[in-house]
């Protein structure tokens, strides 16, 4: 027989039994994956899971919320059990081989009842109160993007600015100083409304209420390629209806460049008001940052050829495209393959494995990735306008480019005439184009695309963004 205890004080989930110890003892989840210390032996044993983890070399911190399987050597655990949990950094609870791990959000106000009245509560806030910044990137996915480069300089630039991030669960790691919020509690709600600025990159949501004073900056994320908001294929009122509400949220606007500027007012209907270009602050890290100390983090060497792997998400699928497998990949080209899927693939999916193969979907900041890639394959992500920062070269592995381009999106220009680099159908002809290395048969593709999307790429965009936040009198330093 197999019992579970959730040990707060020790942070951990034990699991007890009678006769010979296990050999292993995993806790294993979409995007996290922990061993046991397993003690005892003869008449008893037991199994000690720590409830947090370190991962990229940083702190250890509260595994991501989700359904999490353990992985007993020789252990019945069909009738075990332990009841929901709180503890101050998340939520546990057992049943047979399941562990479900949730936020440290007390459950009354997960309910219905328990979020709308912490919504009446943030529409009565008079808000706006505190010099602070409440910060969300990709839904409280990842703390990183443009709103994260932000931070970094602020942070320098204004330390009497409180920083709140909004995160879906503790197991993000926020910068530095700042102070995370768990999205839908007591704390989110109330950042949400007190905070001077809101730094966002994608929409707000739920029920937004501006505060007097409040501005909103709408980073975005990412020059398009696919076609955005107004512009998507197919006449819907009810997403008109969206688009017109969201974007009359923002007070600016920012693009990472002049063709950004006109794409996004249009599809956004964003008239009237400023749009900001001045490169995007992501990007700062691709001209100054150190790819040594970003491949060290990652456990790889600083000879190893580096591939990354980001394939933007499907409006028909969940999960992040299958049209690469990873490890053959790796062996073929003797490379170190970095896997990042799409933020909305984050959830959803789970961890790619395999020799010299790193899923990194869930790395905080997607430009320090590309920082120590060699080389980059996408395929319509607007990963594509970062990473010519680099002069690096790119692949477009494209195999479902004309159900892409005609029913699901639709593009604003013609990638296989604009391209700065080979596209490809399959991965037997990526392999090729790789081991071709024609870069030069593209260098002039390569050079008019950066001078029309990096022209303010120049590793100072942060630093511009914050010294116009302060100027105007939105926050004092």
Same mark, same amino acid.
């Given at each position: 027989?197999?019992?579970?205890?959730?040990?707060?004080?020790?942070?951990?989930?034990?699991? +007890?039994?009678?006769?010979?110890?296990?050999?292993?003892?995993?806790?294993?989840?979409?995007?996290?994956?922990?061993?046991?210390?397993?003690?005892?032996?003869?008449?008893?044993?037991?199994?000690?899971?720590?409830?947090?983890?370190?991962?990229?070399?940083?702190?250890?911190?509260?595994?991501?919320?989700?359904?999490?399987?353990?992985?007993?050597?020789?252990?019945?655990?069909? !009738?075990?059990? *332990?009841?929901?949990?709180?503890?101050?950094?998340?939520?546990?609870?057992?049943? !047979?081989?399941?562990?479900?791990?949730?936020?440290?959000?007390?459950?009354?106000?997960?309910?219905?009842?328990?979020?709308?009245?912490?919504?009446?509560?943030?529409?009565?806030?008079?808000?706006?109160?505190?010099?602070?910044?409440?910060?969300?990137?990709?839904?409280?996915?990842?703390?990183?993007?443009?709103?994260?480069?932000?931070?970094?300089?602020?942070?320098?630039?204004?330390?009497?600015?409180?920083?709140?991030?909004?995160?879906?669960?503790?197991?993000?790691?926020?910068?530095?100083?700042? %102070?995370?919020?768990?999205?839908?509690?007591?704390?989110?709600?109330? $950042?949400?409304?007190? +905070?001077?600025?809101?730094?966002?990159?994608?929409?707000?949501?739920?029920? @937004?209420?501006?505060?007097?004073?409040?501005?909103?900056?709408?980073?975005?994320?990412?020059?398009?390629?696919?076609?955005?908001?107004?512009?998507?294929?197919?006449?819907?009122?009810?997403?008109?209806?969206?688009?017109?509400?969201? +974007?009359?949220?923002?007070?600016?606007?920012?693009?990472?460049?002049?063709?950004?500027?006109?794409?996004?007012?249009? $599809?956004?209907?964003?008239?009237?008001?400023?749009?900001?270009?001045?490169?995007?602050?992501?990007?700062?890290?691709? %001209?100054? #940052?150190?790819?040594?100390? %970003?491949?060290?983090?990652? #456990?790889?060497?600083?000879?190893?050829?580096?591939?990354?792997? $980001?394939?933007?998400?499907?409006?028909?699928?969940?999960?992040?495209?299958?049209?690469?497998?990873?490890?053959?990949? $790796?062996?073929?080209?003797?490379?170190?393959?970095?896997?990042? #899927?799409?933020?909305?693939?984050?959830?959803?999916?789970?961890?790619?494995?395999?020799?010299?193969?790193?899923?990194?979907?869930?790395?905080?900041?997607?430009?320090?990735?590309?920082?120590?890639?060699?080389?980059?394959?996408?395929?319509?992500?607007?990963?594509?306008?970062?990473?010519?920062?680099?002069?690096?070269?790119?692949?477009?592995?494209?195999?479902?480019?004309?159900?892409?381009?005609?029913?699901?999106? #639709?593009?604003?220009?013609?990638?296989?005439?604009? *391209?700065?680099?080979?596209?490809?159908?399959?991965?037997?002809?990526?392999?090729?184009?790789?081991?071709?290395?024609? %870069?030069?048969?593209?260098?002039?593709?390569?050079?008019?695309?950066?001078?029309? @999307?990096?022209?303010?790429?120049?590793?100072?965009?942060?630093?511009?963004?914050?010294?116009?936040?302060?100027?105007?009198?939105?926050?004092?330093?």
């Amino acid at each position: 027989m197999t019992t579970a205890l959730i040990d707060g004080e020790r942070e951990a989930l034990v699991i +007890s039994g009678v006769g010979a110890k296990p050999s292993a003892a995993s806790l294993v989840g979409p995007r996290a994956r922990v061993e046991a210390k397993v003690t005892g032996g003869g008449k008893t044993w037991k199994a000690t899971f720590p409830l947090r983890a370190p991962r990229w070399g940083g702190p250890a911190l509260p595994l991501p919320a989700g359904a999490y399987r353990l992985e007993i050597a020789g252990a019945d655990t069909s !009738g075990m059990s *332990a009841p929901d949990t709180m503890l101050p950094i998340l939520r546990v609870a057992v049943e !047979g081989d399941r562990v479900d791990i949730a936020p440290a959000i007390d459950p009354v106000y997960e309910t219905a009842e328990g979020q709308s009245t912490l919504e009446e509560r943030y529409v009565a806030q008079s808000g706006g109160t505190e010099n602070a910044v409440f910060f969300e990137s990709f839904y409280g996915q990842n703390a990183g993007c443009n709103p994260r480069a932000i931070d970094r300089v602020l942070a320098a630039r204004a330390p009497a600015v409180t920083r709140y991030w909004a995160v879906a669960d503790l197991s993000v790691e926020v910068p530095d100083g700042a %102070v995370p919020v768990v999205e839908g509690s007591p704390e989110w709600w109330h $950042a949400r409304g007190a +905070s001077r600025v809101l730094i966002v990159n994608d929409w707000l949501r739920r029920r @937004f209420a501006r505060k007097p004073g409040q501005k909103v900056l709408q980073t975005w994320h990412g020059t398009p390629l696919k076609r955005l908001a107004l512009h998507r294929p197919g006449f819907d009122p009810r997403r008109m209806m969206a688009v017109f509400k969201e +974007s009359r949220r923002w007070d600016v606007l920012l693009a990472q460049n002049t063709y950004s500027e006109r794409i996004l007012r249009k $599809a956004y209907a964003f008239l009237g008001r400023p749009v900001w270009v001045e490169g995007y602050p992501r990007n700062d890290v691709l %001209v100054d #940052g150190d790819a040594a100390d %970003v491949r060290a983090q990652l #456990g790889i060497g600083p000879e190893e050829h580096v591939l990354l792997y $980001a394939p933007t998400w499907r409006d028909d699928r969940a999960e992040m495209v299958d049209f690469v497998d990873p490890e053959r990949l $790796a062996q073929e080209t003797d490379s170190v393959v970095l896997v990042r #899927g799409h933020s909305r693939t984050l959830g959803p999916g789970r961890d790619r494995v395999g020799a010299r193969v790193i899923d990194v979907t869930g790395y905080p900041e997607t430009a320090r990735l590309l920082l120590a890639a060699d080389a980059l394959i996408t395929d319509y992500s607007s990963v594509m306008f970062d990473f010519s920062v680099t002069g690096k070269p790119m692949y477009f592995l494209v195999p479902d480019l004309e159900h892409y381009r005609g029913e699901l999106r #639709g593009f604003y220009f013609d990638l296989s005439e604009r *391209a700065p680099g080979p596209l490809v159908r399959t991965q037997e002809e990526l392999v090729r184009a790789l081991a071709g290395n024609d %870069v030069d048969a593209y260098a002039a593709r390569y050079l008019a695309w950066r001078a029309q @999307f990096n022209r303010r790429d120049d590793g100072k965009a942060a630093d511009r963004v914050v010294s116009r936040i302060l100027d105007q009198g939105w926050l004092t330093a």
